[in-house]
């Protein structure tokens, strides 16, 4: 069955990059009606979407995090990426990918996700 | 400040139906579909209920959802201890141009 896998470092300084990977087995990226996403969870507090991407490109962002993301698609590696800039510890959290599913009509919109991978720890800290 | 409002609590006994609410906009709630997810101890997030009222393949039926308004609401019926977990609530957002969850409920079996 499809599942997904989180990799990066588990530590990052202040003002650096933040950059993770997450990578895609028993199944294609590159399958339509799905985009491929990212969710964080600070320590102690709720869920918040930072974007998605699909595997031509277009994407999808939280506006409230837009000038510092960029999520990008490896179709070949089956992978995708989030790169967050200028961290401060504020983006401090348990980063998840998921695959997302999209599709709308006239009469209806949907947007969630199905497919989870078990989340990575990112810690900003000198 | 998640736009999508829920209780931070939720409590009942073994076999008790609980009912938690999500209150939000007509941007959000009120012209689309609306997502629950299961969050259990130390876990990642689970799918529960997907546009309103549909359960994946595999959640039990004593979950469901549904939505008026701009306000959505997940039952449980039939509490079990398994249950306790944090639920949240998620819809996309016209006006913010992105997807949203909502604050969060922490349900314990007591």
């Known amino acids: 069955q499809l599942q997904l896998q989180e990799s990066g470092p588990g530590l990052v300084k202040p003002s650096e990059t933040l950059s993770l990977t997450c990578t895609v087995s028993g199944g294609s990226i590159s399958s339509s009606s799905y985009y491929w996403g990212w969710i964080r969870q600070p320590p102690g507090k709720g869920l918040e979407w930072i974007g998605s991407i699909y595997y031509s490109g277009s994407t999808y962002y939280n506006p409230s995090l837009k000038s510092r993301v960029t999520i990008s698609v490896d179709t070949s590696k089956n992978q995708f990426s989030l790169k967050l800039s200028s961290v401060t510890a504020a983006d401090t959290a348990v980063y998840y990918c998921a695959r997302t599913y999209i599709s709308s009509s006239p009469s209806y919109y949907y947007y969630y996700m199905d497919v989870w991978g078990k989340g990575t720890t990112v810690t900003v800290s000198s | 400040q998640s736009v999508l409002t829920q209780p931070p609590s939720a409590s009942g006994t073994p076999g008790q139906r609980v009912t938690i609410s999500c209150s939000g906009s007509?941007?959000?709630?009120?012209?689309?579909?609306v997502n629950w997810y299961q969050q259990l101890p130390g876990t990642a997030p689970k799918l529960l209920i997907y546009s309103s009222n549909q359960r994946p393949s595999g959640v039990p039926d004593r979950f469901s959802g549904s939505k008026s308004g701009t306000s959505a609401s997940l039952a449980i019926s039939g509490l079990q201890s398994e249950d306790e977990a944090d639920y949240y609530c998620a819809a996309w957002d016209d006006s913010l141009n992105g997807y949203v969850f909502g604050t969060g409920t922490k349900v314990t079996v007591l």
């Open positions: 007509n941007s959000n709630i009120g012209s689309k579909t």
